[in-house]
């Protein structure tokens, strides 16, 4: 517990201060978007605390202080004065013995009750009612009795114990009025184990989260949306999947598996293809090309339509299907291996050459290189999946495939059929930077 609720000492003329704390203990759990997960026979062949503090406050003053003619109305103590002077800096009050330390309630017109409590507005109210009390008192002695010093002490004592409470009064009518409350260091002691367990989904959530620090996981680069007056468009490319990882095959099984299951084949999976790679944001369209290559990169790539309704909560839906694709088409437990459906493509499509360069420093044995490239491919679908969102189409993507994207999805003919909106979404840095001549873009 901090001091900001502190209970005053207990004398014998001020009033004691209850204070009741009432911990609980609240969790709160998140809700991953749905995702439709297919079974593994599709890709085969054949869930704080909040602190409540209640105060009990003893009517102390409503006798002591009342305005009637009482005898309690017509004398005070020496710690009531003090604790008035408290709230009055300018008064001054002398005395030769206890007695002296009285006022009439018959000269003043308020009772003094609020003092005690911090009001700060009843200051100047109370200060006329006294003037003839203070004028009329005798000065006090620099050397006084030893009955003076002691109550002197007293009187300090419970003016110190005082300020205490005005101090946790006011923290308590700031946090009333305001609506805040005070900022509270809570240990771990004080949680129930509840607290720190996690449900099924708050685990997703967080393996979601871990595999962002993952420097060795592959990324989904995706634009923002693009529209064509009925949808948004979300252009997505991936991360290295190994340079003879062809995308082609991949897609003939995908769209295979849907037939088979009689369902619409997904948008994702009829635009997924492969474009080369571009040196980010490069203004002259600069290539990436691998060491002592004379051909670009290539890159994986797709496009995502969502409604505009809710078009953030259906791109992540879609997103969390393609990855869960990739990663079953890329697991241990896939018949056939990746690595035989792998060779099954190459053979039967007559890219041998790409055979031909992995014996070269695979082996030549064909059972070797299937083992090798299987094993390799199922450290790929292992692999976690990153996302970057709201980047531009000259972060990955040359100016053709840039031209060739707006042609198929947009139906424009030149930069004058462009919205000045799309091409900031094109080219990052428009319209601070130049776009290249329409009719020159080629492949």
């Known amino acids: 517990m901090d001091n900001m609720f502190s209970t005053p000492k207990k004398t014998s003329n001020f009033p004691v201060q209850e204070v009741e704390e009432v911990f609980g203990t609240t969790n709160s759990g998140e809700t991953n978007s749905g995702e439709v997960m297919e079974e593994d026979d599709n890709y085969s062949s054949g869930a704080g605390s909040d602190k409540e503090i209640k105060e009990k406050n003893n009517d102390f003053h409503h006798n002591s202080f009342s305005d009637d003619y009482s005898e309690k109305s017509k004398h005070r103590s020496v710690v009531d004065i003090f604790q008035f002077a408290n709230f009055q800096p300018g008064f001054f009050y002398s005395y030769n013995n206890t007695s002296h330390f009285s006022m009439k309630s018959d000269n003043c017109d308020d009772s003094l009750s609020d003092q005690f409590s911090g009001n700060e507005d009843d200051g100047s109210k109370n200060a006329g009612s006294h003037d003839g009390n ?45 609506g805040k409350t005070p900022d509270k260091n ?11 367990n996690n449900d099924a989904e708050e685990v997703a959530k967080q393996k979601e989260k871990f595999s962002s620090l993952n420097e060795n996981g592959l990324d989904f680069v995706v634009t923002k949306g693009i529209s064509d007056g009925e949808r948004l468009y979300f252009v997505v490319s991936l991360g290295d999947t190994v ?15 849907y037939e088979k299951k009689k369902s619409k084949v997904p948008f994702y999976v009829e635009h997924l293809g492969e474009h080369k790679l571009r040196v980010e944001y490069s203004a002259t369209n600069e290539m990436v090309f691998p060491p002592a290559k004379k051909y670009p990169k290539s890159r994986w790539t797709t496009v995502i339509a969502t409604s505009p309704i809710n078009p953030q909560e259906e791109l992540m839906s879609q997103l969390k299907k393609f990855s869960n694709h990739f990663k079953k088409l890329h697991s241990a437990s896939l018949v056939p291996s990746p690595g035989q459906r792998w060779m099954n493509y190459t053979l039967n499509s007559g890219n041998t050459r790409v055979i031909e360069v992995c014996k070269s420093y695979m082996g030549d044995d064909d059972n070797v290189v299937i083992d090798r490239i299987n094993k390799e491919l199922i450290v790929l679908g292992n692999k976690p999946h990153k996302y970057s969102h709201n ?21 424009a003919t030149s930069w004058d059929s462009i919205s000045e909106k799309v091409k900031k979404i094109c080219y990052k840095g428009y319209p601070n930077r130049q776009l290249p001549d329409w009719n020159k873009i080629s492949i």
């Open 391 to 411: 980047e531009t189409l000259d972060k990955f993507l040359p100016d053709y495939y840039i031209k060739k994207f707006l042609q198929d999805f947009l139906n």
């Open 243 to 257: 340079w003879y990882n062809a995308v082609n095959p991949i897609k003939l099984q995908l769209e295979m598996m």
């Open 134 to 178: 203070r004028n009329g008192e005798e000065s006090m002695d620099e050397g006084g009795s030893g009955d003076e010093t002691a109550d002197e002490n007293k009187a300090e004592e419970v003016e110190s114990d005082g300020e205490s409470k005005v101090a946790s009064d006011d923290d308590r009518s700031y946090t009333s009025k305001k």
């Open 186 to 196: 809570i240990s771990s002691d004080e949680e129930s184990d509840d607290f720190y």
